[in-house]
């Protein structure tokens, strides 16, 4: 099921250990784009690249898709599977949120402080 897409470049922004938080950023080309951080929490395992030059979004189902990732445990729920780019990475956590702003690449990201991260 699709749960979101956008015909922007996004970049792998941030990982933190700590709290298990993928950031992933596409930052502004000029005044009239907008700046967009989708965050994962409570990431259990992931496997993507650096960058991508589209995102799409699908949420998938861990039981059907596990052997296909690789996931060799499946964690209780409330843990997804998010399909990325139809299969060119993955991301199991407990939520994917997104936000959209018109805050340049130096701003910190609407979901709270990223350590040495802005």
Not at 45 to 68: Q, S, V
Not at 88 to 115: I, M, Y
Request: proline share 5%; aromatic share 14%.
């Amino acid at each position: 099921m699709r749960l979101v897409e956008w015909d922007r470049r996004f970049k792998l922004w941030n990982y933190a250990f700590s709290y298990s938080q993928l950031l992933l950023r596409a930052v502004p080309k000029d005044d009239s784009d907008t700046r967009i951080d989708v965050l994962f929490s409570n990431v259990r395992h992931m496997n993507t690249p650096a960058y991508f030059d589209r995102l799409e979004i699908d949420r998938g189902d861990i039981e059907r898709d596990r052997e296909l990732l690789g996931i060799t445990e499946v964690p209780d729920l409330p843990f997804e599977v998010f399909i990325l780019n139809q299969g060119l990475g993955f991301v199991l956590a407990t939520h994917c949120q997104w936000h959209e702003d018109n805050e340049w690449v130096d701003a910190p990201s609407h979901f709270g402080p990223f350590r040495q991260v802005k």
